[in-house]
């Protein structure tokens, strides 16, 4: 297993979305002898490019627990209509071969240990991913916050409907450790439409898109004055940026195109950073503390 070639695994379990058909789970099973020897110590986050050997391209996935063990690695796929090597792997059963490519580093935390008091993460779609790898990391190792005990992590999450939420395999642990690390993770959901929601709506999901006030509000909580209100009325009428009342506050954006580019400006031609615009461009964030995965 190697960053700069394909590496052949085997789908050991294939687990449709219950609430989702267009996504699944599966797992794959790497032979311990093509493992590099640090895979139990890769730093969140990072991702693997699977083939699709019909057409010869490859597309990132970031494994959801990391690599055990035993060599197995979690991934969610989600079906989409102009997604080649989503539709690809959907069709590919328990028992047949993948290549895959990797790890490869996404962005490094262990590097941003200590530099942060505060990390937001805005996610759409499948790009709750690294998010969900990040969380594991940090609430489930073998000393729990174990590199950011003086960290707070604050998720924002957009979906289109209610059942295009990320299935309970994602959503189950990520309410389990806001819930149990209260002082240390706050997660908020969004949906577009309340369409397919009923009248269950267990995740309290708020029905609209992810909004400036949403961004402002994770971002000023962990200002001087822990009143969230309080802050922002100190700010507005002084027509102060947000970034300005805020120390060590590290924001990453994942998701698709439109709302990567609606909430930190689109990435450049070249596939770099380009410049922070969007609501964190108006609330005063800029390259230094914005990063789009």
Known sequence: MHPS??????ISSSTPSPSDPTSKFIELKIPLSL?????????????????DDDIQTERP????????????????????????????????????KLEIRGPLQ??????????????????????ITPF????????????PGSGFENTRFTLLHSSRTYSQLPPRPILGPLSYWADRYKDRFAMKLFVDSAEDMGS??????TVRRIARGDVEAAALIMGENKSEK?????????QKDVVGQ????????????????????????????????????????????????
């Open 5 to 10: 070639h394909f590496t052949p695994t085997i």
């Open 35 to 51: 493992l590099p020897p640090d895979y139990q110590d890769l730093s969140a986050v990072w991702s693997l490019c699977i083939k």
């Open 61 to 96: 996935y970031t494994p959801l627990d990391g690599i055990d063990k035993n060599g197995k690695v979690r991934l969610w796929i989600r079906r989409y209509p102009d997604g080649e090597v989503g539709r690809w792997i959907h069709n590919k059963t328990v028992g047949k």
């Open 106 to 127: 996404t962005i490094d935390m262990k590097a941003e240990n200590g530099k942060w008091d505060h990390i937001i993460m805005i996610s759409g779609g499948t790009g």
């Open 132 to 143: 969900y790898q990040l969380m594991h990391q940090v609430f489930s190792g073998n000393k």
């Open 200 to 205: 269950s709506n267990v995740h309290r999901v």
């Open 230 to 238: 309080g802050i922002i009325e100190r700010i507005r009428p002084a």
């Open 246 to 293: 805020l120390d060590r506050t590290l924001v990453l954006v994942c998701g698709p195109d439109p709302m990567v580019a609606a909430i930190a400006g689109p990435r450049a031609r070249d596939l770099s950073q380009g410049p922070v615009r969007g609501i964190l461009g108006d609330l005063g964030f800029d390259n230094s503390s914005v990063k789009k995965l």
